[in-house]
Nanobody, 116 residues
Framework: VQLQASGGGLAQPGGSLRLSCAASGRFNQIDRMSWFRQTTGSSRELVAGLTVPFTPFYDGSVQGRFTISRDTTKHTVTLQMTNLKPEDTGTYYC???????????WGQGTQVTVSS
């Protein structure tokens, strides 16, 4: 599985950004796709994800502000981020798993910066 992340950038507090993750390869075997966030000196933390059949889950810090969705025809998962806060700043990574025991795959990171 190959994951190609896109989107991100700079936004002001209260603004919006959208991240996309396109999967290729063994995408039909993916049972979960997620977004993680990493800040300097910290480990990656789960932000939001989708399990088959398309059940979303969110970290409490983004509940109600972020929405994760899936386009099955394009094999893409999108994270719509609204009402952004400075603490949302970080490098966001797309993650895919093929079962509970893996294997697991990571996309390249994309930077999100929320600042006035």
């Amino acid at each position: 599985v190959q994951l190609q992340a896109s989107g991100g950038g700079l936004a002001q507090p209260g603004g919006s950004l959208r991240l996309s993750c396109a999967a290729s390869g063994r995408f039909n075997q993916i049972d979960r796709m997620s977004w993680f966030r990493q800040t300097t000196g910290s480990s990656r933390e789960l932000v939001a994800g989708l399990t088959v059949p398309f059940t979303p889950f969110y970290d409490g810090s983004v509940q109600g502000r972020f929405t994760i969705s899936r386009d099955t025809t394009k094999h893409t998962v999108t994270l719509q981020m609204t009402n952004l806060k400075p603490e949302d700043t970080g490098t966001y990574y797309c993650h895919a798993s093929l079962g509970v025991a893996g294997p697991y795959y990571w996309g390249q990171g994309t930077q999100v910066t929320v600042s006035s």
